[in-house]
């Protein structure tokens, strides 16, 4: 009996798809791309090594690396390795995790030489927080006066 789709609740897409002979999800909604981890997931692939990032930091349980698409002089993504589909999901499951990630963060500010002047730290948080990848994720901006919070 082949695995379908739905197989263990999780969308199967790429190559998976491709093996299991199936079409990914059909409504690619921000809740069902949630589900999303291991091979699905962007932020995993970069984890496993499978997808190349800028790395500026690392420890055992968290990795931060550069924005493909800076918004700011500096711009680092600070994710736990293990998958969490966003903040809130991370903290609750894992608190330390959740703190480890803040950890790195305020060491990768540190290390980009944010600490004096300031800097922003940001969770964008489901479809009204303009979150884009699925796994959670801290967005680390500085290098430049940063403006008001929000565009009004
Ligand atoms: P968010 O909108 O908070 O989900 O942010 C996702 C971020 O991931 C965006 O700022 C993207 O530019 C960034 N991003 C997407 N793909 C990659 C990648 N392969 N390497 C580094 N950053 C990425
Ligand atoms: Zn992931």
Redesign the pocket.
Known sequence: MPRRWFDRGRVVGGRAAARVGVRPWPGDTPTMRGMESGSDC?FCR?VAGE???TVVRETDTTLA???????APV?V?VIPKEHHADVVTLAQANPALAGEVLGTAAAVAESEGLRADGFRL???TGPY??????HA?A?VLGGEPLGPMRAR
Do not use: K, M, S, T
């Open positions: 962007l970069i997808i190349p990032a690396f550069r924005d493909i698409n800076p918004q711009h993504l940001i969770f964008n927080g303009g979150q884009e990848v699925f994720h967005h």
